[in-house]
């Protein structure tokens, strides 16, 4: 059952993924990527990871989703789709995508021979043995990822700030 329901959500994920890059409408474009997202918590969910799958939703779809959709509605859509449309970087686009490529099919053929146990670390293996999954989140990030978690919180308050400075209009 998970491994029809994994493949499922891996087809729906790849077309949601394609549509959101092909749609010419903004909105449809945001539409599909709040679909995407939504298939990754089902990824997370499968996972057991149920509070990554919770955040998933709630972060990602329900605000930085939201704050797209305000972006979209901020710019004058039909003022950009009159615009040119520049392809100046496919040389970019193409070598890029034959490294991901490569990439792809060398962790597909090395599989997990390439991640050892001994890359995961010991606490998360230690507190995961004792409390339950959003405890262990909880506790990893107010333990030993503390500064990357505030530096991460800090950089979306500037963001923040400089959003709204940005659509203030000049008097």
Same mark, same amino acid.
């Given at each position: 059952?998970?491994?029809?329901?994994?493949?499922?959500?891996?087809?729906? !994920? =790849?077309?949601?993924?394609? &549509?959101?890059?092909?749609?010419?409408?903004? +909105?449809?474009?945001?539409?599909?990527?709040? @679909? %995407?997202?939504?298939?990754?918590?089902?990824?997370f969910f499968l996972l057991e990871a149920e509070f990554v799958g919770a955040v998933q939703i709630l972060v990602y779809v329900g605000g930085i989703m939201v704050l797209f959709l305000f972006v979209i509605m901020l710019v004058s859509v039909r003022e950009v789709e009159g615009q040119?449309?520049?392809?100046?970087?496919?040389?970019?686009? !193409? =070598?890029?995508?034959?490294? &991901?490529?490569?990439?792809?099919?060398?962790? +597909?053929?090395?599989?997990?021979?390439?991640? @050892? %146990?001994?890359?995961?670390?010991?606490?998360?293996?230690?507190?995961?043995?004792?409390?339950?999954?959003?405890?262990?989140?909880g506790g990893l990030l107010y333990s030993t990822y503390l500064l990357p978690f505030e530096i991460a919180s800090v950089l979306l308050l500037v963001a923040m700030i400089a959003a709204v400075v940005l659509t203030q209009k000049r008097l």
């Open positions: 059952m998970e491994a029809t329901l994994f493949y499922i959500l891996a087809t729906m !994920l =790849v077309v949601f993924a394609i &549509l959101t890059v092909t749609a010419a409408n903004p +909105v449809r474009s945001a539409v599909f990527l709040i @679909s %995407a997202l939504l298939c990754m918590a089902g990824f040119r449309r520049a392809n100046r970087q496919w040389k970019t686009a !193409l =070598v890029l995508g034959i490294v &991901l490529s490569f990439e792809l099919v060398f962790f +597909v053929v090395q599989g997990a021979e390439v991640f @050892s %146990a001994d890359i995961i670390d010991q606490q998360f293996l230690n507190l995961d043995s004792q409390t339950g999954n959003t405890e262990t989140v």
